[in-house]
């Protein structure tokens, strides 16, 4: 079964800077990945699926990017609501695996 | 406006059962499949199931295979999740969410329900 780990776990930033989270998973999974966003206390948010494709509502400074094994989330300038931990997830076939979350913090 | 309403958690002994529900509203519920995702404390997400329009396809994360029991009941526009044999490390906010069409990925999740595992 396909793993996907991300990296880095946690990072802390500042408001403005350009953001990036990159998740690997262990076999191809082509384009069939999605990214979430999950802040304290609240229910997972998804963000991109199909590795590129923004979820309508998200906001356009979030992005994301590669295929087969290597993929992005980008944040091209980090605001404070953007605190949380991010989740990518693997869908091309069961188990349906996320990795282990990067956790993003502001300084 | 599509709604997904867990109940059934609770504080359950190991080896216990548990059986959770969500309650799905807002759109054509026999037209999705449905999964359950599950968050242990402070930990990451686990897919742990998911389920066909039907009752006839099902899947299982091999860390529950054997143990739980996914079902629906399209009548009532309803999800379950039998939990069986449950482990100390069962014990996790568990999610119930929408499959997006033809695709593997959540867009809907319900709040959750906590289940603890605990003697």
């Known amino acids: 079964d396909s793993q996907m780990i991300q990296s880095p776990s946690s990072l802390s930033t500042s408001v403005g800077d350009r953001v990036t989270i990159t998740c690997r998973a262990s076999?191809?999974?082509?384009?069939?990945l999605a990214w979430y966003q999950q802040k304290p206390g609240k229910v997972p948010k998804l963000l991109i699926y199909?590795?590129?494709t923004l979820q309508p509502g998200v906001p356009s400074r979030f992005s994301g990017s590669g295929s087969g094994t290597d993929f992005t989330l980008t944040i091209s300038s980090l605001q404070p609501e953007d605190a949380a931990t991010y989740y990518c997830?693997?869908?091309?076939?069961?188990?349906?695996?996320f990795g282990q979350g990067t956790k993003l913090e502001i300084k | 406006q599509v709604q997904l309403v867990e109940s059934g958690g609770g504080l359950v002994k190991p080896g216990g059962s548990l059986r959770l529900s969500c309650a799905a509203s807002?759109?054509?519920?026999?037209?999705?499949?449905m999964s359950w995702i599950r968050q242990a404390p402070g930990k990451g997400l686990e897919w742990v199931s998911y389920?066909?329009?039907?009752?006839?396809?099902?899947n299982y994360a091999d860390s529950v295979k054997g143990r739980f029991t996914i079902s629906r009941d399209n009548a009532k526009n309803s999800l379950y999740l039998q939990m069986n044999s449950l482990r100390a490390e069962d014990t996790a906010v568990y999610y119930c969410?929408?499959?997006?069409?033809?695709?593997?990925?959540?867009?809907?999740w319900g709040q959750g329900t906590l289940v603890t595992v605990s003697s």
């Open positions: 969410a929408r499959v997006s069409r033809g695709n593997y990925y959540f867009v809907y």
């Open positions: 807002g759109f054509t519920f026999s037209d999705y499949y």
């Open positions: 389920i066909g329009s039907s009752n006839s396809d099902t």
């Open positions: 076999q191809g999974i082509r384009n069939y």
């Open positions: 199909a590795a590129s």
């Open positions: 997830q693997k869908y091309n076939s069961a188990p349906y695996a």
